[in-house]
């Protein structure tokens, strides 16, 4: 082999590994998206159509009107977050698709362009992913299988301002990831947790004073989707109190009820905890979790 042919198959090698290696990383993206969307974003707990029993249909995962909702601000279902290009995401670019899940901003075109999206998507906490999980998100979403389902239009009643979440607004770094209750921080930040697990007192989220303690109330007749025996729920506090909050359970009883939706005493706990998806967590995922709901300060 002359130096050229030598040249020439050595730069061919190299063009065939940094394509090998280029898509070996989409796939990994795609795998941790999956891995996110499916498990602590739960975003099928909403976007999933659901059947009589409230399981999730299969065939039509992230297709829209999994929850619909009615509130005095806000009444309508989950969006078709599918590619499909007539219902769901698919002429979105990747930096409108981050901004919406981030920023909570609809594109320019499309249905309800420039629109916000609602207030049932928590944003304020979304924010929180670091650029790489957003990244593989976004990765994921176009991987899924388009499916064509038109939601009907909601109905905005009146504007509603989000509210930031602390741990959100500060943000996490990939260092924190080595932390096990930073990291149990952050996935508790994305998952959205203590939007439900804190109550509310005239519209407002009471993060600064009363975080984790519980109380919010998640009525039948706001949430449609679950199955017709489902009377609602009100959530409970996760805080580190031995008797109003997780103090006396241990990490493997509170690990059975974010995965199980089974309470310590053994009773089976209600949506919209999202159990079906949080039982595909890592276990050291789960440990982290833990790790930072023991920091959570004892409160009634």
């Known amino acids: 082999m002359n130096v050229l042919s030598k040249l020439g198959s ?69 969006s078709n977050i599918t590619p499909d290009k007539a219902s769901g995401i698919g002429n979105w670019s990747d930096d409108e698709l981050k901004r919406a899940i981030t920023q909570g901003a609809r594109p320019d075109h499309g249905r ?13 906490f979304y924010k929180a992913m670091t650029p790489a999980d957003l990244d593989a998100v976004v990765a994921y979403l176009r991987a899924v299988a388009p499916v064509r389902n038109v939601v009907p239009l909601p109905e905005y009643k009146r504007q509603v301002p989000r509210q930031p979440y602390p741990d959100a607004e500060k943000g996490f770094t990939e260092a924190d990831m080595r932390n096990p209750a930073r990291r149990g921080a952050y996935l508790v930040t994305i998952g959205h947790c203590m939007e439900c697990h804190t109550p509310a007192k005239e519209g407002k989220t009471l ?27 009100v959530s ?21 009820a974010i995965t199980q939706g089974i309470s310590r005493d053994g009773h089976p706990l209600q949506p919209p905890m999202g159990f079906f998806w949080y039982s595909g967590l890592k276990e050291a995922d789960l440990d982290a979790i833990v790790a930072w709901l023991r920091t959570l300060p004892a409160a009634e």
């Open 207 to 233: 993060y600064e004073q009363a975080l984790g303690t519980g109380g919010k109330p998640f009525g039948a007749a706001m949430v449609k989707g679950y199955p017709a025996d489902w009377r609602g729920s």
């Open 10 to 78: 050595a730069l061919l090698a190299g063009v065939l590994l940094q394509a090998s290696s280029a898509s070996a990383a989409d796939a990994g993206a795609v795998e941790r998206g999956r891995y996110l969307v499916n498990t602590i974003l739960a975003c099928g707990n909403c976007h999933t159509p659901k059947a009589a029993d409230g399981q999730p249909i299969a065939g039509k995962e992230l297709s829209g009107g999994g929850l619909s909702f009615n509130a005095p601000f806000f009444a309508g279902s989950a």
């Open 112 to 124: 309800l362009a420039g629109v916000p999206l609602a207030p049932m998507m928590w944003v304020a």
């Open 236 to 256: 409970r506090n996760i805080t580190s109190h031995p008797e109003a909050g997780l103090g006396r359970w241990t990490d493997a009883q509170i690990k059975r």
